[in-house]
């Protein structure tokens, strides 16, 4: 479904030049939820956007079903991005707009009619469990409301991939539950291919098929997430499994304390593994 090859992207201003993304190159297969983790800074929003057609990347190649993004025109470029949803970062609804009216947005840019537009967010609705609040405006509905109207609003053009750029962020435990529901849902239900990025490694842990591990624009580690788990060395075995502390139980943090590698810069804390390039599981 998706295959990048050795894809970088770099941000150049007066104060100097950020490498966002460094030869990452992964695959994503049909119908699976992949995790894309790492710390603020990694290059998961970069990649976020590359995936939704919305950043070009300066080498390298995105491939979505055996087509070379890079290589279409203006036109089919359209095509292409209607057949991806994305789910911002943070809050991202219309004020003035009712729940219904907010997932409906992307129909009415389209030029869908309105029957056909009723039928396709009542379905999505229904999906999020939130049909009774259809009239609801956003400032009257929680903040895990919210994010999973936002997740309706990426589905109801049935695209073929979901992309959700840290969907749990802000949300509290009852709310990030309902979101990654909804995601698992959307699989399921719809079989959409969904990429989550995330700072957060339970949201790995709960939801994903498959995980990428990214820091500094560079992929560490990639594969399925049983097979990864089971190898002490993996990168992550050892993020993604949650801390046991003999008082207060499992912990949740988003990353071990212990940094896997000396040269990284103060504060940039990951499990410790071998030197050398990126793994992948078979």
């Avoid at 992929?219 to 990168?235: I, K, M, T």
Wanted: a neutral charge; proline letters at 5%; hydrophobic letters at 45%.
């Amino acid at each position: 479904m998706i295959t990048l090859e050795n894809l970088s992207k770099t941000f150049r201003s007066t104060s100097g030049s950020v490498v966002a993304l460094d030869d990452v190159t992964l695959d994503v297969p049909a119908g699976v939820i992949a995790g894309v983790v790492g710390p603020a800074g990694a290059g998961k929003s970069t990649l976020a956007r590359v995936l939704s057609l919305r950043e070009r990347p300066d080498s390298g190649v995105f491939r979505l079903d055996g087509l070379d993004t890079g290589a279409l025109d203006e036109r089919t470029l359209r095509i292409a991005r209607s057949r991806i949803g994305v789910v911002p970062s943070g809050e991202s609804l219309l004020g003035q707009r009712t729940a219904a009216g907010n997932i409906a947005l992307p129909l009415e840019q389209a030029g869908v009619d309105g029957p056909h537009r009723r039928e396709r967010v009542g379905k999505v609705l229904d999906l999020i469990g939130l049909t009774d609040k259809a009239a609801i405006y956003p400032a009257d509905l929680s903040a895990g409301q919210r994010q999973r109207v936002a997740v309706a609003r990426a589905l109801v053009g049935d695209p073929a991939v979901v992309l959700a750029d840290d969907p749990t962020a802000t949300l509290d435990e009852d709310g990030a539950a309902g979101v990654l529901a909804v995601l698992d849902r959307a699989r399921a239900e719809l079989g959409a291919t969904i990429l989550v990025a995330t700072q957060d490694t339970s949201v790995v842990r709960r939801i994903a098929d498959d995980v990428a591990v990214l820091d500094h624009g560079r992929l560490l580690e990639s594969g399925r997430l049983l097979e990864l788990v089971r190898d002490p060395d993996s990168l992550v075995a050892q993020a993604v499994l949650p801390v046991i502390d003999p008082v207060a139980g499992w912990t949740t943090r988003a990353w071990r304390t212990s940094c896997w590698s000396a040269s990284r810069p103060s504060g940039r804390c990951f499990p410790r593994r071998r030197a050398g390039s990126a793994r992948t599981s078979p």
